[in-house]
């Protein structure tokens, strides 16, 4: 999605909090969805915001700002599990999913 | 209950050959998508159907088609392969067509043309 970005590559330690930002410019706004893809499979849900605010759920909570094109993941409690890709996707005009390039997190012990 | 699945799970193809990948769905889902996903490039639409019998194009729809003749089934069609669609396809699928709704994926087909 070239109208979207997010960080490429993220590290952090078991136990930890990491934060997954994402920006994106679309002229229509119709929710925003994140997507976990361990490697060598298939994307899975986490969650749809489409208000203002945040969203938790467990150890993920995912945050919106419309005003500001901007969302964010938040993954807490780090578990080596959580190695994976993240994918941003936001539902435009269309209404269809625009997909970011994805940010690759990986859990050290 | 198998969810989603795609057929086969990887291909290696000679340039110029057809292909057709297939995509099977038991969720009853009216709405069916195919994306490609390369490396740095994320995940792309190529082509959608919201309910059987209608098809749309998506970001990347040229050197593919596709056909939707029933609920169940949508599969991806290329009538003469090249080196750039060597890619990882994967098939969705959602309850409804609205974007507002998870979409399921299936495990997805590695594909390499030579």
């Known amino acids: 999605g070239q109208n979207i970005d997010q960080p490429t590559e993220m590290t952090a330690t078991e136990g930890a909090i990491v934060q997954i930002n994402c920006t994106y410019q679309?002229?229509?706004?119709?929710?925003l969805f994140w997507y976990q893809q361990h490697a060598g499979e298939a994307p899975t849900f986490l969650s749809y915001?489409?208000?203002?605010g945040l969203e938790e759920k467990g150890r993920f909570s995912s945050f919106l700002s419309r005003s500001k094109g901007y969302s964010y993941l938040l993954l807490k409690e780090l578990q080596m599990k959580d190695s994976a890709s993240y994918l941003c996707?936001?539902?435009?005009?269309?209404?269809?999913?625009?997909f970011g390039a994805g940010t690759t997190v990986t859990v050290r012990a | 209950i198998a969810g989603i699945t795609q057929a086969p799970t990887s291909q290696i193809l000679a340039a110029g050959r057809r292909m057709t990948l297939r995509c099977t769905q038991d969720?009853?889902?009216?709405?069916m998508y195919w994306y490609r996903q390369d490396l740095g490039l994320g995940l792309r639409l190529i082509h959608y159907?919201?309910?059987?019998?209608?098809?749309g194009k998506g970001e990347v729809p040229d050197g593919y088609s596709v056909s939707r003749a029933n609920t169940d089934d949508f599969p991806l069609t290329l009538a003469s392969a090249v080196p750039s669609q060597t890619s990882v396809y994967f098939c969705?699928?959602?309850?409804?067509?609205?974007?507002?709704?998870?979409?399921?994926f299936g495990p997805g087909t590695r594909l390499t043309v030579l």
């Open positions: 969720m009853r889902h009216n709405a």
């Open positions: 969705a699928s959602s309850d409804g067509a609205g974007g507002f709704n998870e979409q399921f």
């Open positions: 915001n489409v208000l203002d």
């Open positions: 679309t002229s229509g706004f119709n929710g």
């Open positions: 159907s919201n309910t059987a019998g209608t098809t």
């Open positions: 996707a936001y539902v435009g005009n269309d209404y269809k999913l625009s």
